[in-house]
């Protein structure tokens, strides 16, 4: 079974301080995407990366940086974080790329209060 | 995007089948229909997907109406486990790996 990993379930940050989520897949996936879900909003795409050191920007970029250096492992990071960014944070890979019958496959998220 | 329309939330016995709608009128021919779920505290999952034909798997099956603008996805016997949110969403060809989620259905199971 594939295997998706985010650092923390549950992470409390200070505003401004500088945030790093992390997420790892066990499966040789090319595409990994990060998501916030926020009540009433469903879930938001953020960034998205179909290959080591590229990255889209999803429907929400701004705030979020994001960084893949390996083909495993993708990394969210809120360079100064604000209480509006409180959520819980996704993240999610698939196989193949861009094809409609991709699967994707989530992690349990972590849960972020910036107080 | 096409969208999807579902209800806000159901309700059914345990050990009973569940019958989870969704509309999509404005599927286009080479959309297809994806449903996941989201159990408490989790990430969501995803449970089966389908073009034209109805299709079966080990945790679902799902029913395409004819004109492809609606489609229902059926839990033969619903398990006090299969508590969650249900997703219904339609995935474009070549769509540049997104997912559009709506809001979802809360399915309830009573004991």
């Known amino acids: 079974d594939v295997k998706v990993t985010q650092s923390s379930r549950y992470l409390v940050k200070r505003t401004g301080e500088k945030v790093f989520l992390e997420c790892v897949q066990d499966?040789?996936?090319?595409?990994m995407f990060w998501y916030r879900q926020d009540p009433g909003l469903g879930l938001r795409l953020i960034y998205f990366s179909y290959d080591v050191k590229m990255k889209e920007k999803g429907d929400i970029p701004e705030g979020y940086s994001v960084s893949r250096e390996k083909k495993e492992r993708f990394s969210l990071i809120l360079e100064s974080a604000s209480t509006n960014q409180t959520s819980m944070y996704l993240c999610?890979?698939?196989?193949?790329?861009?094809?409609?019958?991709?699967?994707?496959?989530f992690g349990p998220g972590t849960r972020l209060t910036v107080l | 995007d096409a969208k999807t329309t579902q209800p806000n939330s159901m309700e059914s016995n345990e050990e009973e089948p569940v019958h989870l709608p969704c509309n999509h009128s404005?599927?286009?021919?080479?959309?297809?229909i994806h449903w996941y779920r989201q159990l408490p505290s989790q990430g969501p999952e995803y449970v089966i997907h389908?073009?034209?034909?109805?299709v079966n798997n080990r945790m679902a099956s799902l029913a395409i109406a004819e004109d492809r603008k609606s489609s229902t996805l059926i839990l033969h016997r619903a398990t006090l486990r299969d508590a969650a949110v249900y997703y219904c969403?339609?995935?474009?060809?070549?769509?540049?790996?997104?997912?559009?989620w709506g809001a979802g259905t809360k399915l309830i199971i009573k004991p």
């Open positions: 499966m040789d996936h090319e595409n």
């Open positions: 404005t599927i286009s021919g080479t959309d297809y």
């Open positions: 389908g073009l034209t034909s109805n």
């Open positions: 969403i339609l995935r474009e060809m070549d769509s540049n790996y997104q997912l559009i």
């Open positions: 999610a890979s698939t196989l193949a790329g861009g094809t409609s019958t991709d699967t994707q496959y």
